[in-house]
């Protein structure tokens, strides 16, 4: 019994999904190694990087302290442009982002919004085999950068 627990005690600090539609998954990898990761996993999946944004590089800029954080925008043009075929709206969430974040104790965490809340937002119709698809390629890359198993 208490190994039944620990493992589900284990599994919830290591996948976070909350109630906002973002999916968080706690980083096996330092931070340096989890971007570096994460940008490899982008590029070997064919996918565009339009930015990668250093917002704690930024935040030195103007002499003040953040915790590493890095966002990645990324995304193929071909499923976003069919995306917002079936709905125009999703544009405003495109292209994809995902957020690496080490926290306050010093875990890394990759986190993303669902491309199903993306689709409940905008109520995406006729297109859910893109949505299945974004699902499918945000799950490998984030098990990727974060030496997890997909979820």
């Known amino acids: 019994m208490q190994s039944i627990f620990t493992l589900i005690l284990?599994?919830?600090?290591?996948?976070?999904p909350q109630d906002d539609g973002?999916?968080?998954?706690r980083s096996t990898r330092d931070?340096?190694?989890?971007?570096a990761t994460l940008d490899s996993a982008i590029t070997a999946a064919n996918l565009k990087i339009f930015a990668r944004v250093d917002h704690a590089a930024n935040a030195r800029g103007v002499s003040m302290n953040l915790r590493p954080?890095?966002?990645?925008?990324?995304?193929n043009p071909q499923v976003g442009s069919r995306l917002m075929q079936c709905e125009q709206t999703v544009a405003i969430d495109?292209?994809?982002?995902?957020?690496?974040?080490?926290?306050?104790?010093?875990a890394v965490w990759v986190g993303y919004e669902t491309p199903a809340k993306l689709?409940?937002?905008?109520?995406?119709?006729?297109?859910?085999?893109?949505?299945?698809?974004m699902t499918t390629a945000l799950?490998?890359?984030?098990?990727?950068?974060?030496?997890?198993?997909r979820r």
């Not at 954080?69 to 995304?75: A, C, E, L, P, S």
């Not at 689709?119 to 698809?133: L, M, N, P, T």
């Not at 799950?139 to 198993?149: F, I, Q, V």
């Open 10 to 16: 284990l599994a919830s600090f290591t996948t976070a």
């Open 22 to 25: 973002m999916l968080r998954v």
């Open 31 to 35: 931070f340096t190694r989890t971007v």
């Open 69 to 75: 954080t890095t966002v990645f925008i990324f995304g």
């Open 94 to 106: 495109l292209p994809l982002k995902v957020l690496v974040w080490q926290d306050s104790t010093s």
């Open 119 to 133: 689709s409940e937002r905008h109520k995406v119709q006729g297109c859910q085999d893109v949505i299945d698809r």
């Open 139 to 149: 799950a490998g890359l984030t098990a990727t950068a974060t030496g997890t198993t």
